[in-house]
């Protein structure tokens, strides 16, 4: 069974430190069957930011991709954020 898609948003803000960052990570399958994970981050607020993406065969090896982002990056600091979900689409 598939996934349309998964959007997850790390954030972590640390005022002493002048931190306001986040992460965003969004698993999609592409048109030719492969699974695409897209990572961007940067600096809450900020024009521009980073991006990677990475391409995996199997929907498993791209959810063990993400999940171990995913942990790393709550182990750092970041917390999940919910994503809004838009009224109409």
Do not use: N
Not at 49 to 68: F, R
Not at 77 to 85: E, K, R
């Amino acid at each position: 069974m598939t996934a349309p898609g998964l959007d997850i948003r790390l954030e972590k803000i640390v005022p002493a430190l002048r931190q306001r960052r986040y992460y965003h990570l969004s698993l999609v399958q592409t048109l030719f069957g492969e699974w695409c994970l897209t990572r961007t981050w940067g600096r809450i607020g900020a024009a521009g930011g980073q991006s990677k993406t990475e391409y995996s065969e199997s929907q498993e090896a791209a959810l063990a991709s993400l999940s171990k982002l995913k942990s790393t990056k709550c182990r750092r600091g970041y917390a999940v954020i919910p994503v809004q979900l838009e009224l109409f689409d």
